[in-house]
């Protein structure tokens, strides 16, 4: 199977770190990958990590893999109100023409 | 570059009536995809062109056609709308590098009454 997924909504205060879990069932990922969807806008992506790392850390991001329990994570320190979006966790896989799974979408709302 | 350009940014229909989303992109990238995104459901895959000249079915192609026109543009059409086709539609193409990222467009709101 190829399910994705997400906790739908999750609220934090500016300043405090943000977690956000996806957990996939395809252990033949390649690629996962954290996307940003602005409000009236369409996804950019944040960070990805490849299939054979644990840990990837970019600025305030950080994703952690765990293979064993197919959970993803994305760490957001600092949460700043500019955060707020929906983010979007996704997998590949070789030879399926480059094609993503995406999850359901995790809302953060930020507040002061 | 213009990335990956969507038109248009609204549209309202009837059932019933046909309308052509149009995609395109300058970045130079094989292959491009359409995707729907409805509350709670995430993004699903209607169509995809792996390269100029070939097309694929996705997760939910039913009511849909689409057509790749040369590299740059790759077009969905509805030949007879109905409410639950309700969403918004997002274009994207791929970098073909290795770790493929997705370019998105800024997406098409559509309601059909």
């Known amino acids: 199977g190829e399910d994705v997924e997400q906790s739908l909504f999750l609220s934090v205060r500016e300043g405090d770190s943000s977690v956000i879990n996806c957990t996939y069932t395809?252990?033949?990922?390649?690629?996962l990958y954290w996307y940003k969807q602005e409000p009236g806008a369409g996804l950019q992506l944040l960070t990805y990590i490849f299939s054979n790392m644990d840990m990837k850390q970019d600025q305030r991001l950080t994703v952690l893999l765990n293979k064993k329990d197919k959970h993803l994570s994305l760490r957001i320190a600092d949460t700043q109100t500019g955060d707020s979006a929906i983010y979007f966790c996704?997998?590949?896989?070789?030879?399926?023409?480059?094609?993503?799974?995406f999850g359901t979408g995790t809302r953060l709302q930020v507040t002061l | 570059n213009a990335g990956v350009t969507q038109t248009p940014k609204f549209q309202v229909l009837k059932t019933g009536q046909s309308m052509t989303l149009q995609c395109a992109q300058d970045?130079?990238?094989?292959?491009m995809y359409w995707y729907r995104q409805d509350p709670g459901m995430g993004l699903r895959l209607i169509y995809y062109?792996?390269?100029?000249?070939?097309?694929d079915k996705g997760e939910v192609p039913n009511g849909y056609n689409v057509s790749r026109l040369n590299k740059r543009e790759f077009s969905l059409r509805l030949e007879s709308a109905a409410p639950s086709q309700t969403s918004v539609y997002f274009c994207?193409?791929?970098?073909?590098?290795?770790?493929?990222?997705?370019?998105f467009g800024p997406g098409t709101r559509l309601t059909v009454l």
């Open positions: 996704a997998e590949s896989k070789t030879g399926t023409a480059s094609k993503l799974t």
């Open positions: 994207a193409s791929i970098s073909g590098d290795k770790y493929n990222e997705q370019f």
């Open positions: 062109s792996a390269s100029e000249g070939t097309t």
């Open positions: 395809d252990s033949s990922s390649t690629y």
């Open positions: 970045m130079n990238h094989n292959s």
